[in-house]
């Protein structure tokens, strides 16, 4: 079951004001070797269950869709599919490849950058 209590990083938060558009797809460390995959920014007419539904029958994973006070609707996914995920939002046409913005998240280093 993905972790309901997920805390993003706010250096990541403040690194994604003001580029409205952009789907962030972040990989972080929970706990150990643990990884927890989050998608956030898809537009609000997208149906995120049937987004999950088929991100999880692709990839062979876990994952949920939860409400964050400040980033609105998220999927999480067990596991690390930052790539994965991304190729499959461009694939179906969700997004375009120049949307996604990939980033990873551990207690020791921050990194944010463009899938580009």
């Known amino acids: ?11 990541l938060i403040a690194a994604d004001n003001g580029t409205k ?5 972040r990989v972080e460390y929970r706990n150990g070797r643990r990884r927890l995959t989050t ?3 898809l537009k609000k007419e ?4 049937k987004i999950l539904k088929d991100i999880k029958k692709q990839f062979y994973c876990n994952g949920t869709v939860v409400q964050d006070r400040n980033l609105g609707k998220v999927i999480q996914l067990q596991g690390d599919h ?3 995920v991304s190729d ?6 969700i997004v375009k490849q120049d949307q996604i913005k990939l980033g990873f998240s551990s207690e020791n280093k921050e990194f944010l950058s463009s899938s580009a």
Do not use: H, P, R
């Open 1 to 11: 079951m993905a972790d309901q209590n997920v805390q993003i990083s706010s250096d």
């Open 46 to 49: 997208f149906s995120y269950e």
């Open 39 to 41: 998608v956030e920014g």
């Open 21 to 25: 558009g952009y789907v962030t797809i």
């Open 88 to 93: 499959f939002l461009v694939k179906a046409g």
């Open 82 to 84: 930052g790539q994965n």
